[in-house]
């Protein structure tokens, strides 16, 4: 077994190929991740679509052909052609597959680093994986040394401290822009989890929000809770319905969008003559606003946001570094915590060996009467206790050199010596993918 990633993101992207690769449903999903399931070198998948990435993260039997296969299906998904999506990839597999997975969970890799969103995304995007069966313990593995690889990363670094997305990025940028005048209202269009962000970071620097969405009802809710939260909420957040929206486009001066539609709800026929100066902030993948030339307007996407978001970079830099050397030794970690998981079953199928021994001779003995019937459970307990003995010196020396390079041949012969091979494939596919510490 391989660990395989396929990676897409703003690093080796633009937005264009982002959007077209993006994953807007779960049917689509569960459509893309069955058909490269069918492969036979394909044994587990994880499919994580964000406005930032597109990445395949697998377990596979052979990384040349499990590549080939991925690429296809994201070709026949995007539409885009095969060879330019293997030149625009990255494709890491193995040690250096983890290395990326904890480097992307614990938010090296995001457009904003230290962003708080990605997490959640890579956690619902295994749990949907675990729902349809596309997941087993081997990604489970990893996906959940991940998480704490994560929150050392948090607890050690101050990367996560702070307001850092996409979200708070555009509204940060707003702020700059109308920082000395004031009632001005911003128009939020989206109920999901950015337009949440973005209201609260709104409401936060002292925006009023109107809220658009196609379900009304979803936005209500949204309003009413976040207007719960604080007492100074109140009455900030008004909620228009969707048939307004082109209205509201041409009579607000800053606009914020990031709704989950598949195709852009706002087009050169909806925009209309303004006095001032507009700021469309279009923070969603595929983009909300299309490909729109009108005076006085300007439109920033999420790519444009990358130069602001560098400006800050160095403040991170130097905590970027020790989350980056904790990344490198969770990586050994996990590699060698995998290869005690080998020698678990060992350990194990040489006790119960021994226990099959002891049941078989104290019973042969009790037949032929060299011992007591009513002397058998003593007996039997000082077999156990002397069959312990002797295997624990070889048991701990068997972790240790669960670490080393040789341990799968040594382990292999321990197997065929002792012929417990098969017990130890029965008893690895019955292990629990649970890692030795809470998550």
Same mark, same amino acid.
């Given at each position: 077994?391989?660990?395989?990633?396929?990676?897409?993101?703003?690093? =080796? !992207?633009?937005?264009?190929?982002?959007?077209?690769?993006?994953?807007? %449903?779960?049917?689509?999903?569960?459509?893309? @991740?069955?058909?490269?399931?069918?492969?036979?070198?394909?044994?587990?998948?994880?499919?994580?679509?964000?406005?930032?990435?597109?990445?395949?993260?697998?377990?596979?039997?052979?990384?040349?052909?499990? !590549?080939?296969?991925?690429?296809?299906?994201?070709?026949?998904?995007?539409? &885009?052609?095969? =060879?330019?999506?293997?030149?625009?990839?990255?494709? @890491?597999?193995?040690?250096?597959?983890?290395?990326?997975?904890?480097?992307?969970?614990?938010?090296?890799?995001?457009?904003?680093?230290?962003?708080?969103?990605?997490?959640? $995304?890579?956690?619902?995007?295994?749990?949907?994986?675990?729902?349809?069966?596309?997941?087993?313990?081997?990604?489970?593995?990893?996906?959940?040394?991940?998480?704490?690889? +994560?929150?050392?990363?948090?607890?050690?670094?101050?990367?996560?401290?702070?307001?850092?997305?996409? +979200?708070?990025?555009?509204?940060?940028?707003?702020?700059?822009?109308?920082?000395?005048?004031?009632?001005?209202?911003?128009?939020?269009?989206?109920?999901?989890?950015?337009?949440?962000?973005?209201?609260?970071?709104? @409401?936060?620097?002292?925006?009023?929000?109107?809220?658009?969405?196609?379900?009304?009802?979803? +936005?209500?809710?949204?309003?009413?809770?976040?207007?719960?939260?604080?007492?100074?909420?109140?009455?900030?957040?008004?909620?228009?319905?969707?048939? /307004?929206?082109?209205?509201?486009?041409?009579?607000?001066?800053?606009?914020?969008?990031? !709704?989950?539609?598949?195709?852009?709800?706002?087009?050169?026929?909806?925009?209309?003559?303004?006095?001032?100066?507009?700021?469309?902030?279009?923070?969603?993948?595929?983009?909300?606003?299309?490909?729109?030339?009108?005076? #006085?307007?300007?439109?920033?996407?999420?790519?444009?946001?990358?130069?602001?978001?560098?400006?800050?970079?160095?403040?991170?830099?130097?905590? +970027?570094?020790?989350?980056?050397?904790?990344?490198?030794?969770?990586?050994?970690?996990?590699?060698?915590?995998?290869?005690?998981?080998?020698?678990?079953?060992?350990?194990?199928?040489?006790?119960?060996?021994?226990?099959?021994?002891?049941?078989?001779?104290? /019973?042969?003995?009790?037949?032929?009467?060299?011992?007591?019937?009513?002397?058998?459970? %003593?007996?039997?307990?000082?077999?156990? !206790?002397?069959?312990?003995?002797?295997?624990?010196?070889?048991?701990?020396? &068997?972790?240790?050199?669960?670490?080393?390079?040789?341990?799968?041949?040594?382990?292999?012969?321990?197997?065929?010596?002792?012929?417990?091979?098969?017990? =130890?494939?029965?008893?690895? #596919?019955?292990?629990?993918?649970?890692?030795?510490?809470? $998550?």
């Amino acid at each position: 077994m391989s660990y395989l990633i396929i990676s897409f993101t703003h690093k =080796n !992207t633009n937005i264009d190929t982002r959007e077209k690769l993006a994953f807007n %449903n779960e049917m689509e999903k569960e459509i893309f @991740l069955r058909n490269i399931l069918q492969n036979d070198d394909i044994s587990e998948a994880i499919l994580v679509s964000t406005c930032n990435r597109v990445e395949v993260i697998s377990t596979v039997n052979n990384i040349s052909t499990a !590549t080939n296969k991925i690429i296809e299906q994201l070709s026949s998904h995007s539409k &885009l052609g095969i =060879n330019d999506l293997k030149a625009r990839a990255n494709i @890491l597999d193995d040690e250096n597959a983890i290395h990326h997975l904890f480097t992307v969970v614990s938010s090296l890799d995001s457009l904003v680093v230290g962003e708080t969103q990605i997490i959640g $995304q890579i956690k619902d995007a295994f749990k949907f994986s675990v729902s349809k069966d596309f997941c087993d313990q081997d990604l489970a593995r990893a996906l959940h040394y991940s998480f704490k690889c +994560a929150a050392k990363v948090r607890n050690i670094t101050k990367l996560g401290s702070g307001s850092v997305s996409v +979200a708070s990025t555009a509204v940060s940028q707003a702020k700059k822009i109308f920082k000395y005048q004031d009632g001005i209202r911003a128009l939020v269009i989206g109920a999901g989890e950015m337009s949440t962000l973005t209201i609260k970071h709104l @409401l936060k620097y002292g925006f009023d929000v109107v809220l658009v969405s196609r379900d009304i009802k979803k +936005a209500q809710v949204l309003s009413n809770d976040i207007q719960l939260e604080k007492e100074e909420n109140q009455n900030r957040i008004d909620v228009r319905p969707y048939s /307004e929206l082109k209205s509201l486009l041409n009579s607000m001066r800053l606009m914020i969008t990031a !709704t989950a539609a598949p195709y852009p709800i706002i087009t050169q026929d909806m925009v209309e003559n303004y006095p001032n100066e507009r700021h469309w902030f279009d923070i969603a993948v595929p983009r909300d606003i299309d490909d729109i030339k009108y005076p #006085n307007l300007n439109i920033y996407a999420v790519d444009d946001l990358q130069s602001i978001i560098d400006e800050t970079m160095d403040q991170r830099a130097s905590q +970027a570094k020790t989350a980056y050397s904790i990344i490198t030794t969770m990586r050994k970690e996990y590699f060698e915590w995998l290869k005690t998981l080998e020698v678990a079953p060992v350990v194990k199928n040489l006790h119960l060996k021994g226990e099959s021994i002891i049941n078989e001779k104290i /019973e042969n003995a009790i037949k032929k009467r060299f011992i007591k019937s009513d002397d058998q459970e %003593n007996i039997h307990k000082l077999c156990q !206790t002397i069959m312990a003995e002797f295997l624990h010196e070889p048991s701990v020396n &068997l972790r240790t050199l669960a670490k080393t390079m040789e341990s799968d041949m040594m382990i292999g012969s321990i197997g065929s010596i002792f012929a417990i091979n098969d017990e =130890n494939k029965k008893s690895k #596919n019955n292990l629990q993918c649970e890692i030795p510490w809470n $998550q």
